[in-house]
T-cell receptor, first 114, second 114 residues
Framework: DAGVTQSPTHLIKTRGQQVTLRCSPI?????VSWYQQVLGQGPQFIFQ???????GRGNFPDRFSARQFPNYSSELNVNALLLGDSALYLC?????????????FGPGTRLTVL | AQSVTQLGSHVSVSEGALVLLRCNYS??????LFWYVQYPNQGLQLLLK??????LVKGINGFEAEFKKSETSFHLTKPSAHMSDAAEYFC????????????FGTGTSLTVIP
């Protein structure tokens, strides 16, 4: 089975622009989470979606938004980009029926804001 | 909120030596605990997880971790380091109740010296 896929792999934007990142979960997984990993730090939770509903939100500004589609894929949108938004954005999928909430991560999208 | 502390942002060991990476969590109720590995320019790969079935957990690539409630620790070990173990290692915790969000430590970079 295919793992979690993300697109694009790399992205370069300038300050003030908007960006959309995409994620496709493992087949059968209905939950998708997004994380931001700044260089040299651990991933920070941004959002979790399950069945198209937001289930959790981390401490990120309203410039960050996300949605989940009927096929359980997801998009993360970031508006008015700042230099500090440069990071690796990770998507993870999980099966909420699992008792342990084990999350499976994609390879990430590397965003550079100039 | 949960938090995870990884002592030692950089650890160096000789090839064949014992690997010990430290992780402590803060929670009054034992959470679910995970160790992930991240190779350069890649996403996170699950090494092992603690879900209360056993305090000593064996994972992939010869790694194991022991859950110690009295010490609120979940240290990762490997008896004999291999060059291919060089990577970034992250400890993560998930609440048992909601299971929605992972809290990651800041990571430990492991260098293996030939």
């Amino acid at each position: 089975d295919a793992g979690v896929t993300q697109s694009p792999t790399h992205l370069i934007k300038t300050r003030g622009q908007q960006v959309t990142l995409r994620c496709s979960p493992i087949s059968g997984h209905k939950s998708v989470s997004w994380y931001q990993q700044v260089l040299g730090q651990g991933p920070q939770f941004i959002f979790q979606y399950y069945e198209k509903e937001e289930r959790g939100r981390g401490n990120f500004p309203d410039r960050f938004s996300a949605r989940q589609f009927p096929n359980y894929s997801s998009e993360l949108n970031v508006n008015a980009l700042l230099l500090g938004d440069s990071a690796l954005y990770l998507c993870a999928s999980s099966d909420p029926r699992s008792s342990y909430n084990e999350q499976f991560f994609g390879p990430g999208t590397r965003l550079t804001v100039l | 909120a949960q938090s995870v502390t990884q002592l030692g942002s950089h650890v160096s060991v000789s090839e064949g030596a014992l690997v010990l990476l430290r992780c402590n969590y803060s929670s009054s109720v034992p959470p679910y605990l995970f160790w992930y590995v991240q190779y350069p320019n890649q996403g996170l790969q699950l090494l092992l997880k603690y879900t209360s079935a056993a305090t000593l957990v064996k994972g992939i690539n010869g790694f194991e971790a022991e859950f110690k409630k009295s010490e609120t620790s979940f240290h990762l070990t490997k008896p004999s380091a291999h060059m291919s173990d060089a990577a970034e290692y992250f400890c993560a915790v998930s609440d048992r109740g909601t299971g929605n969000q992972f809290y990651f430590g800041t990571g430990t970079s492991l260098t293996v010296i030939p």
